[in-house]
């Protein structure tokens, strides 16, 4: 569409696209690449004539660079057989050697040194891997599939042979992945930096492919914006700006106080549970909160108590002889959830007792508020209902629901035990979400937001760290926490989609910043919601640490 409507060449496109390339190549080698020994390895299409390309600049540059064409420059084709002829005028001086490589016998006697011509090196300090961009869909063979495994082995960090392996810089995407899906394949390069071009591809973002990456570079070569918007892409990933938006949008004012940022009532905890729901409470305080009540049985109230933070209210409920929430307390649950803003439900619920479920069914059946459920509060669901998820239950504009499970509670909510129909996730979530008309935030390496109209986001904050025992009820606080001051601020303008978007992504920088202080492995839920204030700072100062008006009124500068 660019070259069609825009005028644009399609040469210049790959020029803009090789230049973005040389520019990483050059930071991964301290900045210059003059002497450095690189390695290009080029197929026949427009990735091979982007890597072409690229060895150009950067031999121009005062790289010694050797490139490898998989196949005969006579067998490719437009602007990639361009920049392959223009390759081959330059590759007669010390500085560029240009190998032709067509079978397994070439490549084998390329790499012993058994052509008769140029020496093939040992080592580089950067490989270039401009084998297959965008249009693979099938299983690399033969010479691609020995050159991968070459790469593989030079750039191992435990190949003792090897002083210091390479650095691999994919173009568009680690060749070897269908870039459309998130199941590798076959075999493929497992990059240190991929450059793809003007926007992300999803197997440059999703799981398990996403870790063939490495660190993902968006490279802009050319495209207006308006074309990108254009397409309609169901399928994004949340950024800083998105969930700094949100943020600006909700600050406090000189005016604010607990009632203008909204009551969360969290519902959970049972005997033997109590921790997951003193989490939920505190990180739905710690994330902006006016007030937040944990309504629990009455048996396990004053251990909850002793848990939560002064500032969060607790409640008791009827409970069965096994200290669950019994529906008995149906009654006096909506009488609490009148006075609430939103409803989280389900952390340290159990779910082992029909009375539960009921109870469970009940108060979603019969809010009158938004309501975060998770851990229990789904698996209450999936009992209550031989299909998994009740097909009664549907999201409103006015009383959305927001469902945070992993995939596990995603099986059961599915009512089936076939794991292999989380393979494609951003389908799956999709249609749950689309079908039942609610908000699905689904957990796990890269948590993503399915929406009622078709849209998928996904986060790309959050490390391993996050897999601790309590993260998720601490996260439900967060979502739960957002959308009261969403709703508290907007009012029926509210956009709960957002709100949990944004939760998603704060939690997990927030994870982020503990991982950095902590370590990911002694990271405990707590740590995350100690992180929250300084997640939300980092994302805007401006509108957390502000010189107050009144003091402003009175001479006060910031310290």
């Known amino acids: 569409m660019t070259i069609e409507r825009n ?77 392959f002829a223009s390759l081959q005028d330059l590759a007669i001086g010390a500085s560029i050697k240009f190998f032709e490589c067509c079978s397994d016998d070439d490549w084998s006697a390329l790499i012993n040194n058994e052509l008769g011509n140029a020496e093939f090196k040992e080592s580089y300090t950067v490989v270039v891997d401009a084998l297959f961009g965008t249009g693979l869909t099938r299983p690399l063979e033969g010479v691609y599939r020995e050159a991968v495994r070459y790469l ?10 090897k002083s210091s392996p390479a650095a691999v810089i994919s173009i568009d995407i680690p060749s070897g992945l269908n870039s459309d899906l998130a199941q590798p394949v076959g075999e493929a390069v497992r990059a240190d930096v991929t450059v793809t071009m003007t ?82 409470g505190n990180a739905a305080m710690r994330s902006g909160a006016g007030l937040v009540t944990v309504a629990t049985p009455v048996s396990v109230q004053p251990l909850v108590a002793a848990q939560v933070m002064p500032e969060v209210m607790t409640a008791s409920l009827a409970e069965t002889d096994r200290g669950a929430v019994s529906d008995q307390a149906i009654d006096h649950l909506m009488q609490l959830a009148s006075k609430a803003t939103v409803i989280a439900i389900g952390p340290g619920l159990s779910a082992e007792d029909d009375r539960t479920s009921h109870f469970v069914y009940e108060v979603v059946k019969q809010r009158k508020t938004p309501v975060v459920i998770d851990a229990d509060g789904l698996n209450c669901l999936a009992r209550y209902s031989s299909a998994g998820w009740p097909e009664d239950l549907r999201g409103t504009q006015e009383a959305p629901l927001i469902l945070t499970p992993h995939p596990g509670e995603m099986l059961r909510l599915l009512g089936t035990t076939e794991k292999s129909i989380l393979n494609d996730h951003i389908s799956m979530a999709r249609n749950f979400a689309t079908t039942h008309n609610l908000i699905l935030l689904l957990k796990g390496t890269r948590s993503l937001v399915a929406a009622p109209d078709g849209r998928v986001f996904i986060n790309p904050t959050g490390n391993a760290g996050l897999g601790t025992a309590g993260s998720g009820d601490t996260l439900t606080g967060i979502v739960a ?59 805007d100062h401006q509108g957390e640490t502000g010189v107050p008006s009144g003091a402003a009124q009175i001479g006060w500068k910031q310290p």
């Open 199 to 280: 926007a992300p591809k999803p197997a440059n973002v999703l799981p398990p492919a996403a870790g063939y990456n490495g660190k993902l570079i968006v490279a802009d070569i050319g495209s207006p914006v308006e074309i990108i918007q254009e397409a309609r892409s169901r399928l994004f990933v949340t950024e800083a700006g998105d969930a700094r938006r949100w943020l600006v949008q909700t600050r406090y004012t000189p005016d604010s106080h607990k009632n203008t940022h909204g009551h969360v009532l969290v519902i959970g905890g049972s005997r033997g549970f109590t921790g997951a729901a003193a989490l939920c």
């Open 481 to 539: 926490g957002f959308l009261t001051q969403s709703i508290a601020t907007f009012n029926d303008n509210a956009d709960a989609l957002s709100a949990t978007v944004a939760a998603l992504y704060i939690g997990g920088l927030a994870g982020d910043l503990a991982a950095s202080k902590l370590g990911m492995r002694t990271m405990v839920a707590s740590d995350i919601r100690e992180h929250i204030s300084a997640a939300v700072r980092f994302l």
């Open 152 to 161: 593989r082995q030079l750039c191992d960090p435990g190949n003792e042979s």
């Open 7 to 83: 005028g644009t060449p399609s040469l210049v496109l790959m020029e803009n696209a090789a230049a973005a390339t040389a520019r990483v190549v050059a930071e991964r080698s301290s900045g210059a690449v003059a002497g450095k020994s690189i390695l290009v390895l080029c197929g026949r299409g427009n990735n091979g004539g982007d890597g072409a390309a690229t060895a150009r600049m950067l031999a121009l540059a005062g790289a010694n660079v050797d490139i490898v064409l998989l196949g005969r420059v006579e067998d490719t084709w437009a602007d990639a057989r361009t920049n």
